[in-house]
């Protein structure tokens, strides 16, 4: 997975897109960040680790730009809705 690659289409994709803000901005490079590490399209996380890596301590905050995001379509996000297992987000190619 090319994060340089990901993230360039990204900022072209949002510089047309007024619905975009700085929070989206932040969760979308934390969950670069962390599928870099893990060298995958798809993670399977918790929301309070992206929210560490995103600087975000609002849970609702969060919940929304990640549902946002994915309505938007620049991920896929498929919520778990169980405190025990992590969400599945997936990165499109």
Request: proline share 3%; charged share 20%.
């Amino acid at each position: 997975m090319d994060i340089g690659n990901q993230l360039n289409r990204f900022f072209g994709k949002i510089s047309a897109d007024a619905r975009i803000n700085v929070t989206h901005i932040s969760v979308f490079t934390a969950i670069l960040q962390a599928a870099g590490k893990l060298e995958t399209g798809t993670l399977c996380m918790f929301g309070f680790e992206l929210m560490q890596l995103a600087k975000i301590s609002s849970g609702k905050t969060y919940y929304r730009t990640v549902r946002e995001l994915s309505q938007f379509g620049y991920i896929a996000y498929e919520p778990s809705f169980n405190k025990n297992r992590p969400s599945k987000i997936i990165l499109p190619e």
